[in-house]
């Protein structure tokens, strides 16, 4: 079984929401992500986004494009990704990992190639932001091989038909993004969210997250009481930027954001 | 049925051109596209749109364009006999019109209150405030920082007409940045908000729709042949960034083997230099950027990286799907000019013919300067004279070293 499944698997026996933070890989700088998932995990993760930074990320707000951009500083690639993945994995056997990103650098990659790499080096999951199911034939059998599961995004504007479709691909858990708009926007409706939660609940049994919008403790806790698990980003991505000078700082400062939601979460 | 009669059909149900096009764009989006797909393919083939939109280009673009004999031009080169299609001549002095006419028509019909653009040189940003402030649509037009300032004219131009214009700082800070912060606006406001995208790329249905619209280039050029030369040219000639201008004129010709066509790429500094524009020419891999698969410059990891061009519209990484496909297919070659003939090109034309040409078109006219000359007096060529030059005169004043 998929570490994903199998991790929310767990949660349900225990009745808990899972809690799952996105940095991207490489920032501040490529020696520091191995160490900043493992805090993560101490600080309550139950799986971790990772994201592939790249040059033109049309879906995020200036938080993760920042991100990005000091990751590609440093010139942070598809195998420097696996790499730290593999050094994550040495200390941590269990905590599920996602890649996200956008699809040109696993195009330029290679889809097999990178399906085999990901795989071995421990990845879990992957969720290419502009690779519908539509677009996903060549590549979905390709994980499926390796035992990689496709994660899809569902919008407010996904019709039921589409939902319908992504519901019958998705993987591990369904991304529902909350709200019209890029990573790091304003905040969200949470009954809207609910209400929405409520129509995919009748489509699928895959679990769903919400990401978008969740910044703190309580929007965390808000979001948790109609979803499996909540999704979070640039909340923290704004606190590698703060710190993104003095890189020792870091780990504790997401483990203050982290911390707060695990601890609303499970209240 | 010809060699290439089945390009016609293109593209796919899911708009796909052979292995390039497609809607490679985050969920949010797919809905609005979907609708905008089941939109334009009722409304193509309905004759009170079809109406409309014809006689918008007449009345207010000032359709048809004519194609002009540059007897004199093409003697000094000494070999085949040189046309220019002067889409130079409609409202707001270039081809971009005719797209933003039709994706207007668009736009009301969906009765969104609000319309966004991307834009390079700023010729589909003016054309699309143009439009909009016919209709009374409110106007966002995304340009890149470094393309507002190389620009100014054509940003003014868009601020008398009542549009925004948004400088997009980050990137490389040039068309593909306007393009990414205008999707990023798209996804935030996809209910009130029609996105009228200026080329042949981005997601289905774009590249459809934006050739259709543009088609009416290729379709005057074909009959305008016929009539003045008394057949098809043997050769066409037009400029490549995204490739809408090439597309619009190229389309109608694609099932006449005989006419040779040429696509010519931003060669910036010379690609061979790495400071340039020409994915097809250059060989870039394929890849996916902004909702469709094509030929892209990017790095080995992926990253899309920096172009350079004199001409701010033609300052794209990537190009249009169907031309990805067409360079495969061997319908067109794609060939590169380089910026120091490119100046040549509208200096040579600016005063043998006084046609002050856009740095975009004279790509094309610099590849004809190259052509002509290998070939007969009795052969024709059709250069696309896209836009008109106002807008680059402070461009071409600052590199003689003139300031205003």
Redesign the interface.
Known sequence: MNRIDQRFAALKEQGRTALIPYITAGDPAPAHTAGLMHALVEAGADIIELGVP??????D??VI?KACERA?RH?T??TDVFEMVREFRRGDAETPVVLMG????????GYERFAEQAAAAGVDGVLA????P??ADELAPLFKAQGLQSI????????RA?AAT?CDHGEGYLYY?SL???TG?ASLDVEAVGRQLDGLRELTQLPLCVGFGIRDGASAAAVGRVADGVIVGSALVSRIAEHAEQPERIPDALKRVLGEMRQALDA | MTKFSDLTRLPDARGHFGPYGGRFVSETLSFALEELEKAYLSLRDDPAFQAEFDRDLATYVGRPSPLYHAERWSRQLGGAQIWLKREDLNHTGAHKVNNTIGQALLAKKSGKPRVIAETGAGQHGVATATVAARLGLQCDVYMGAEDVERQKLNVYRMHLLGARVIPVESGSRTLKDAMNEALRDWVTNVDDTFYIIGTVAGPHPYPMLVRDFNAVVGREAREQSLAQIGRLPDALVACVGGGSNAMGLFYPFVEDEDVTMYGVEAGGDGVETGRHAAPLTAGAPRGVLHGNRTYLMSDEGGQVTDTHSISAGLDYPGVGPEHALWKDVGRVQYVAANDDKVLEAFRELTRMEGIMPALESAHALAHAKVLAPTMRPDQHIVVNLSGRGDKDILTVAKIDGVEF
């Open positions: 790249f040059s033109d990320p049309m879906a707000g200036p494009q590609l010139h690639r598809l956008y699809l040109n650098p696993i195009e330029r990659f932001v502009d690779m519908p539509e677009e899809f995004l569902v919008a407010p504007t996904t019709s589409r992504i993004v019209k708009g890029v926007a």
